[in-house]
Antibody, heavy 119, light 107 residues
């Protein structure tokens, strides 16, 4: 069973770049698509984007101009960079696995990491 | 983007009750509909995929139905551990989108 662990700074200043890492264990990183999903406090879930081990990415159009997702297969890690953050980017950030970009489901999730944007 | 609308937004029920949550898509999504359960401070957990397929390890009191634009999640006999927030999610067309959630509370 794949296990996911998010890590990164819990506090980011406005206008700076949020950087998070998701470490994959228990299965090959080439077996799945990997997504970042976030949840603002007290609100619902928003898909940020996904990546395949080959490096192929898909992004939510609402965030596409500010997001970069990358993969390091040697470290079994997926990274998220979100530029020019504001308070609206304060959320719990999850990484999750799926078998495809479309027509699939998120069957394994990390525990999530809280990121607060504040000066 | 495909909009997902859940109803009700919150629901009070008792242990042993039968509960139904509805999810409606803004356009037809065939059967590409998934349901998740989320407890406070925890990550969402997949319950149902492809509208009606039960994820491994999920109790059989959970069931899903529907196709096209209208879907339901049913819990046949509520247990104490089922009190949580439930989300639907479409995977028909990127970006995948979620409903706003239904909070199931103890009456």
């Amino acid at each position: 069973q794949v296990q996911l662990q998010e890590s990164g700074p819990g506090l980011v200043k406005p206008s700076e770049t949020l950087s998070l890492t998701c470490t994959v264990s228990g299965d090959s990183i080439s077996s799945y698509y990997w997504s970042w999903i976030r949840q603002p406090p007290g609100k619902g879930l928003e898909w940020i984007g996904s990546i395949y081990y080959s490096g192929s990415t898909n992004y939510n159009p609402s965030l596409k101009s500010r997001v970069t997702i990358s993969v390091d297969t040697s470290k079994s890690q997926i990274s998220l960079k979100l530029r020019s953050v504001t308070a609206a980017d304060t959320a719990v950030y999850y990484c999750a696995s799926s078998l495809a970009v479309a027509g699939s489901y998120f069957d394994c999730w990390g525990q999530g990491t809280q990121v607060t944007v504040s000066s | 983007d495909i909009q997902m609308t859940q109803s009700p937004s919150s629901l009070s029920a008792s242990v042993g009750d039968r509960v139904t949550i509805t999810c409606r898509a803004s356009q037809s999504i065939s059967s590409y509909l998934n349901w998740y359960q989320q407890k406070p401070g925890k990550a969402p957990k997949l319950l149902i995929y492809a509208a009606s397929s039960l994820q491994s390890g999920v109790p059989s009191r959970f069931s899903g139905s529907g196709s096209g634009t209208d879907f339901t999640l049913t819990i046949s006999s509520l247990q104490r551990e089922d009190f949580a927030t439930y989300y639907c999610q479409q995977s028909y067309s990127p970006p995948p989108t979620f409903g706003q959630g239904t909070k199931l509370e103890i009456k």
